[in-house]
């Protein structure tokens, strides 16, 4: 089974966590915060706190811009469940904003009416979460314009998208939002093992992730809330944090691949570029780039034009699977799997988003994907498609 995506492994990230294993430290050592700041200088972004998951990443991004009970926070159905999860965890509710038919991100028409509307009743959001699908940034600039009228923050979900860009700009900058959020988990673009990681330029935001991700407990004197006494063993808990710490096993993991970050998808793109040759023929819609955006091609992600294929979605996905080509489908909206419909969500609610849903399927894209796989890819679906 040629897998949808899988991590590329050199002898030197292998070392690199070996060096880790005969080190002083497993956690808490050197290797994340230089992990951070690799990540931080690659992305021109201020501060950085690595955690153990993009999860929890977000769920401490949501935390730090005070999201709780009575808050609503909107995000995109066409994402991984994590990136709605983050504001239940927080007490908050979540709705979801209807995706644009090119990129498939969250359109920023549908979001601009649901603000105009939400404005009228009461009940804007206080937190948007635009999720880069693929690894192409959504339109932030009009997104950071809508959060200056309507008065909300800004979390990116990049968890797609470390080494793209923006207008020209690495994404994770923080120039249109407030807190960016990266995933290294294998199928993702570098990998720590498991890990996320949040980005910021606001010092407070910065304070309250780094306290939020250890248990709320510092051991600064500045940041105490009761004057300190001199023993050196003291700190103080003054928050309700986590254990959401990063390894330093994982660190190094993700310091090894950030070396290899922009060759990576540089080859993603050359593997794009060759599925647009070679499919031009077949009735799908390869997927669009929009000028503004080099994206980092964590997914290839086909749209059948199913009035031209006399076959269903499912035919077509289960003839390619049958063939060893481990398709994926990215993604189930959100709101339509069972712990969001018993929210009160019903199928109908976006409807861009669940046509979308009928039609796409997720090819394999990893950067040691070969010629010859590329072409047994495309000699499955087109038999799946003819037959
Ligand atoms: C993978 C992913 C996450 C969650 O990442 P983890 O590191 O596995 O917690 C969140 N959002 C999106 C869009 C993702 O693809």
């Known amino acids: 089974m040629i897998p949808y995506g899988r991590q590329t492994i050199s002898e030197a990230d292998i070392q690199a966590v070996a060096d880790v294993l005969r080190?002083?430290?497993?956690?808490?050592?050197?290797?994340?915060?230089?992990?951070?700041?690799?990540?931080?200088?690659?992305?021109?972004?201020?501060?950085?706190?690595?955690?153990?998951?993009?999860?929890?990443?977000?769920?401490?991004?949501?935390?730090?811009?005070?999201?709780?009970?009575?808050?609503?926070?909107?995000?995109?159905?066409?994402?991984?469940?994590?990136?709605?999860?983050?504001?239940?965890?927080?007490?908050?509710?979540?709705?979801?904003?209807?995706?644009?038919?090119?990129?498939?991100?969250?359109?920023?028409?549908?979001?601009?009416?649901?603000?105009?509307?939400?404005?009228?009743?009461?009940?804007?959001p206080k937190v948007v979460i635009p999720v880069h699908l693929c690894g192409q940034s959504c339109d932030m600039e009009a997104i950071h314009r809508l959060s200056k009228q309507y008065g909300f923050k800004i979390i990116e979900d990049a968890s797609h998208a470390i080494g793209g860009k923006y207008r020209g700009e690495i994404i994770g900058n923080g120039r249109y939002s407030d807190i960016t959020v990266f995933s290294f988990h294998p199928v993702k673009i570098i990998t720590a093992g498991e890990g996320g990681m949040a980005l910021t330029n606001d010092a407070q935001l910065a304070k309250r992730m780094k306290l939020l991700r250890s248990h709320g407990i510092s051991s600064d004197a500045a940041d105490m809330v009761l004057r300190p006494p001199e023993q050196l063993w003291y700190y103080q808990q003054i928050d309700l944090g986590f254990n959401y710490r990063m390894t330093d096993i994982h660190a190094a993991l993700g310091l090894s691949q950030m070396q290899r970050l922009d060759e990576f998808v540089t080859l993603r793109h050359a593997l794009a570029l060759r599925y647009d040759e070679i499919l031009s023929d077949l009735p799908i819609v390869i997927p669009w780039q929009h000028p503004d955006n080099y994206s980092s091609f964590h997914l290839y992600i086909i749209r059948l034009k199913l009035e031209h294929i006399g076959k269903t979605h499912r035919d077509v996905f289960e003839a390619l699977r049958a063939q060893g080509i481990g398709v994926n489908l990215h993604y189930i909206p959100v709101y339509l799997q069972p712990y969001y419909q018993q929210l009160g969500f019903k199928p109908g609610y976006c409807p861009e988003a669940e046509q979308y849903y009928a039609e796409i399927i997720s090819l394999p894209m990893f950067p040691a994907l070969t010629a010859d796989e590329q072409d047994q890819v495309v000699n499955a679906l087109r038999r799946a498609i003819s037959v």
């Not at 644009?100 to 603000?115: G, I, Q």
């Open 23 to 124: 080190s002083d430290f497993l956690t808490q050592g050197p290797a994340v915060p230089g992990f951070e700041n690799s990540v931080m200088n690659y992305c021109g972004a201020q501060y950085a706190f690595a955690v153990n998951s993009a999860t929890s990443a977000l769920h401490i991004a949501c935390l730090a811009l005070g999201v709780g009970k009575g808050d609503s926070v909107w995000t995109t159905p066409i994402t991984f469940v994590a990136s709605a999860n983050c504001a239940l965890y927080c007490g908050a509710s979540v709705d979801f904003v209807d995706i644009d038919p090119h990129t498939y991100n969250m359109s920023v028409e549908c979001l601009a009416d649901k603000l105009a509307q939400a404005e009228k009743n009461g009940c804007l």
